[in-house]
């Protein structure tokens, strides 16, 4: 079993930024891709920013430019660093790891962005 605790999220106002963290814990020898979705209401949920397997950064559309993904192998931590934050970022954002047992996801974090 792995679990994913994320934190970060928050109220902010457009233009600015938040980190949101993402803590991997259990047998996590056989995961490789890791990263955040997103689900806004009434939406599906989407990629925002992954590692793949071979350690390569992936971003959505969407994000790039304003939007950073990293990780500390040592914490066995990926982080979100989100810039420039509009409305539309509005969502619950999700963090997802794939192992050999399984894909797992965390409970989500709120960010909304709003004046």
């Known amino acids: 079993q792995v679990q994913l605790v994320e934190s970060g999220g928050g109220l902010v106002q457009p233009g600015g930024s938040l980190r949101l963290s993402c803590a991997a814990s259990g047998n996590i020898f056989t995961c490789a891709a890791m990263g955040w979705y997103r689900q806004a209401p009434g939406k599906q949920r989407e990629l925002v920013a992954t590692f793949n397997r071979g350690g390569t950064r992936n971003l959505s559309d969407s994000v790039k430019g304003r939007f950073a993904i990293s990780r500390d192998n040592a914490k066995n931590t990926v982080y979100l660093q989100m810039s420039s934050l509009k409305p539309e970022d509005t969502a619950v954002y999700y963090c997802?790891?794939?192992?050999?047992?399984?894909?797992?996801w965390g409970q989500g974090t709120q960010v909304t962005v709003s004046s």
């Open positions: 997802k790891i794939d192992c050999i047992s399984g894909v797992y």
